[in-house]
C-alpha cells in the first residue's frame, strides 16, 4: 500500500502544521500519497479523511494549533468503533498512520495495531507537558517555554512597579518540566512542582532578609499540578508581608507561533516517522534525547512513567534558600 495518513490527537501544540507540511512533502517525494484525518481519533471513526496535497499546507508553517484539528474520543475506547476506523483507513487503502500526540494518543495507537493485520503506525510525542516517557523532547515545547518566558517578563516589570508578589500558575498537567525550566530560566525566587518537595516556611526567613536588603517584589512559578496558587499568593501576604497576585497563563501556553526549534524538531520527527514505516516499523514511538532520534515500542513509551532529567531537578534543588 503506498497510502500514508496523518492525525493529531489530544491537546494541540505549536509545530503541528510544520509536521504537517513536511509529512506531505516528504511523503510525495518518497512516492506516497499523504492524507490527512480531520478531528484525530473522532475522525478516524466518522470516516473524515482526505487525500491531501502541496495546497493543503501552503502557507502554515508559521500558525499555532493544527489545521487538520484534533480531539479526545471516548468513542475509541470502544472496539466496535475502532474496526470501524480500521475498516475506513482500508476502504482509503491507507497502509501507514502516523499520529502526533501524548502517551494516551499512543495506547489509542497500540490498540488499533493490536486488532489490525496489513496496517503500521508511529507515534510522534506532541505535548507542551513533556511528560512522555522515554523521549527528553516532545513537540511544542520549546514554543510553549518561549510563551511563558515572555508572560514571565512582561509580568516582571508590574511586579517591580508595584511592589508585588506574582504567583504565575503554569501548565504541565501532573509534570513539573514547563513550571521548573521556566523558573529557572525567568530568575524566579520560588518554584513549587509535584517533583520536589517543599515547606513554604524554608522560604520565610530568606525572603524576609531580602525585603530587609533591599528586594520589593517576587516571582513564584508554581505547576498546575500542586493546586496551590491562591494558597501560596495567600502566604506572601500573611507571612511575607507583601502584595500579591495570580496569574494563570492557561490555553495561552499551547498557541502561538511556532519557534525555530519546534519547527525543525517537527521535521526531524516527521522524517524519521515516515522513514521507519519504510523501513517496516509496525507500531513505534518516535524518541529524542542526547544520542539522537530512535523508534522505542509503545510499552516503554505510553506504560512508563516520564521522569524530569536528575540534572535539572538538581537545579530545582536550589530553590528554597535556608538561614
Known amino acids: 500500500m503506498k497510502n500514508i495518513a496523518i492525525l493529531c490527537s489530544g491537546g494541540d501544540v505549536s509545530g503541528m502544521n510544520a509536521a504537517l507540511k513536511r509529512f506531505v512533502e516528504y511523503s510525495i517525494g518518497k512516492g506516497l500519497t499523504p492524507y490527512f484525518v480531520n478531528n484525530g481519533f473522532e475522525g478516524l471513526i466518522d470516516n473524515n479523511i482526505y487525500k491531501a496535497g502541496y495546497r493543503d499546507v501552503a502557507g502554515i508553517i508559521s500558525r499555532g494549533g493544527t489545521k487538520i484539528r484534533s480531539s479526545r474520543s471516548k468513542r475509541f475506547m470502544e472496539q466496535s468503533y475502532r474496526k470501524q476506523a480500521l475498516d475506513n483507513l ?36 506532541a505535548t507542551i507537558d513533556n511528560d512522555i516517557a522515554g523521549t527528553e523532547y516532545c513537540l511544542g515545547v520549546d514554543t510553549a517555554l518561549n510563551v511563558i518566558k515572555y508572560a514571565i517578563d512582561s509580568i516582571r516589570d508590574t511586579a517591580s512597579s508595584f511592589s508585588r508578589a506574582f504567583v504565575i500558575e503554569a501548565m504541565g498537567r501532573e509534570c513539573g518540566y514547563l513550571a521548573l525550566v521556566s523558573a529557572l ?34 516571582i513564584a ?26 496569574t494563570v497563563l492557561g490555553h ?62 538538581k537545579l530545582g534543588m536550589e530553590f528554597g534558600c535556608h538561614i
Open 252 to 313: 495561552m501556553q499551547r498557541g502561538g507561533n511556532p519557534t525555530v526549534y519546534d519547527r525543525l524538531m517537527a521535521f526531524d520527527f516527521v522524517t524519521q516517522a515516515i522513514d521507519g514505516l519504510l523501513e517496516g516499523n509496525k507500531s513505534s514511538v518516535i524518541c529524542y534525547n542526547k544520542s539522537g532520534f530512535n523508534h522505542k515500542d509503545i510499552e516503554d513509551v505510553a506504560f512508563k512513567k516520564y521522569e524530569i532529567n536528575a540534572e535539572l531537578l
Open 221 to 246: 512559578v508554581v505547576s498546575e499540578a500542586m493546586k496551590n496558587s491562591e494558597d501560596v499568593a495567600q502566604w506572601f501576604e500573611e507571612e511575607i508581608g507583601i502584595e500579591s497576585r495570580i
Open 90 to 125: 482500508k476502504a482509503h487503502n491507507i497502509g501507514y498512520l502516523v499520529v502526533l500526540g501524548g502517551d494516551g494518543s499512543f495506547k489509542g495507537m497500540q490498540a488499533l495495531s493490536d486488532e489490525s493485520e496489513g496496517l503500521s503506525f508511529a507515534g510522534i510525542p
Open 185 to 218: 530560566t525567568s530568575g524566579a525566587e520560588m518554584c513549587l512542582i509535584p517533583e520536589i518537595p517543599y515547606e513554604l516556611n524554608d522560604y520565610k526567613s530568606c525572603f524576609k532578609k531580602q525585603i530587609q536588603e533591599g528586594r520589593e517584589y517576587f
